[in-house]
């Protein structure tokens, strides 16, 4: 067994800091939290699934791929892909609590907490379903005809499936390792060799999602922003710039270094170039040699007012 992960930190992380610089009436800001919820919830949902796996044995060689994203006919983002020598196998993990029940015409997924609440949810077996047609068309684009299943798997002991789906298979986490035990198989479609170079191709073709920057891609305009630079002690967005350091008002911690964060901010919710002037506006600064200086630690393009600063390696610290 061979396990390849690819983390879904950095997009957490980047949203985590639009939220907190959303103000508290923002439109947006209800929905980004319950996103950052939702992810926070998949990444230890799928955890736990991962944890069963690495305890998996089969009677022959296999690799799983954790947070595969990939581009076919449309961008697919798989929690969980199993290759082996007779089949593909793709999990959809759902990190849901509650009594949960599959719908039909239209496709949706319906749960219900113990206070009577109802959610409704976009259906996981559709998604599964367009999964397995574009992997089963990837493996014949490039030569490999494999058989491809899928099923739909719930992390948490507490989901109590009311009503399943005949149509997709429904497994809870403790079931997984059962399941694929059980799964069918006859000879051998690929060879050891023939896997590795499937491994491979999806290691190449996997790509990390892009949805930067952020502001347009939630459709935010960044004059909604709060500007300024957050205290790394207290997490308060405002500290001043006394001479060639930074002082927070809130908690009196003071750091050279804390601009960083806030242009990386930048870069990751409205732009990965930054002028002199969006500098000062965006850190508050009342001086534009003082924005200079820091500026000075980053590629430059252009030259004078018309000079544009490349935020998307990190700074050199003088």
Known sequence: M?????????????????VKRLPSNHTKLQELQAKVNR????????EMVMEQLKHLKLPYEFYIFHNLNLFIESNIQIDILIITPHYIMIF??????????FRQNPSQLVRTLNT???????SPESQLQEYVYQIQQLSQEIGFKIPVYGAIVFSFASSYIKEPTTKTKVLLRNEIRSFLREVKVSQRILSSEELGDLSRFLLVKHHDFNPY????YYDIHPSDLKSGVEC????????KRVYRNWFCPNCGAQ????H???????????SSTITNKECRSFLNLADRNQAFRILTAFNKTGTYRNAKYELIKQPIRK
């Not at 992810?39 to 799928?46: F, P, R, T, V, Y």
């Not at 790394?232 to 500290?239: A, E, K, Q, R, Y």
């Open 39 to 46: 992810i926070s919830a998949g990444d230890k949902g799928e």
């Open 92 to 101: 959809e993990v759902k990190n849901i609590k509650g009594t949960i029940e």
């Open 116 to 122: 009577g609440e109802t959610h409704t949810f976009n």
């Open 232 to 239: 790394p002690l207290c997490d308060v967005i405002g500290m």
């Open 260 to 270: 960083e964060q806030a242009l990386r901010d930048y870069a990751i919710l409205i």
């Open 255 to 258: 750091n050279n270094v804390s």
């Open 213 to 216: 920057p952020l502001c347009k």
């Open 2 to 18: 061979i396990i390849k992960k690819f983390s879904s930190t950095a997009h957490l992380t980047s949203i985590i800091s639009l």
